[in-house]
C-alpha cells in the first residue's frame, strides 16, 4: 500500500511539473517576455467587460428594473468570458504542440489543461479586480454572499472545462469545428443568462431556458451578488449532473485523441 501511494505521489508531481512547464511555455508564446506581457491575459477581458459596462452606462439599459447595470454587466459578460474563451482557445490547440507530445510525460490532456488554466486564471483575475474596482468608486456593492458567487464560479468554470474538452477533442477530428465553433459560441450567448434574469422570462420560456446549464451558473453568481433583491432559478444538482456527463463524455474523447494523433 505504502508503495502504491508513494508511486502516485510520484506521478502528480511529475504531471505537476509538466503543466506547471506548459503554463509558462504557453504564457510566453502567447504574451511575449515584454511590455505588459502576461498582465494581458488579465487586462483583456477587463477591458471587453468595462467596455459594454459603460456602453450600458451610457445607453441607460435597466433592464426594466433598478439593478445596478455594472454589477449586472460585470456578472453577466464575466460568465460569458470564462466558457467562451476556455472552449475557443481548446480548439486546435495540439497544432503548436505537436513536438512536445515527443516527450513520455506530455500528454494531449496536460496541453488542454496548461490552457484552460490560463484561461480560467484570466476570467477570475477579471471579475475580482472589477468587482473592487467598481464597488471603490461607488458604481455597484460588494457581492451580497460571497460563498455563493464562489460556488457558482466554480461550476460555472468546471462547465466551461468541460465544454472546451469536447469541443478540443473534436476540433482535432474535423476542421469544420474550428470554422464553425466560434459563431456556435455567439449563438450561445443569448441562451447563456448574461443579459436576462431567468424571472423576467415568461413562464413557459423559463422552463425551456433551464435546460441550458450555463444559465444556472450565471443565476447562482447573480444570486450571490444581489441577494435578496432578486429572484433566481438555479439549480446547482442539476448543474453538477450536466458538468459530471460532460466531463465523462470529454474525458472519454481526450483519451482517444491521444491515441489517434501524431507527433511531427
Partial sequence: MGARIGSFRGAVAIQTRVIGALLMREVITRYGR?????????????LFTIGVTTLWTLLSMTHGSNLSITAFAVTGYSSILLWRNCSNRIVKALEPNLSLLYHRNVRVIDVYIARLLLEIAGATVSLVALTILFSAVGWMDLPDDILTVIAGW??????????????GAASERSEMIERVWHIITYLMFPLSGAAFLVDWLPKTAQSLILWVPMVHGTEMIRHGFFGAAIRTYENPAYLILANT?????GLALVRETGRRVEPE
Fill in 154 to 167: 466554480t461550476l460555472l468554470a468546471w462547465f466551461a472545462i468541460a465544454l472546451s474538452l469536447i469541443v
Fill in 34 to 46: 515584454h511590455n505588459v506581457g502576461f498582465l494581458w491575459l488579465f487586462f483583456e477581458p477587463m
Fill in 245 to 249: 456527463t460532460m466531463s465523462l463524455i
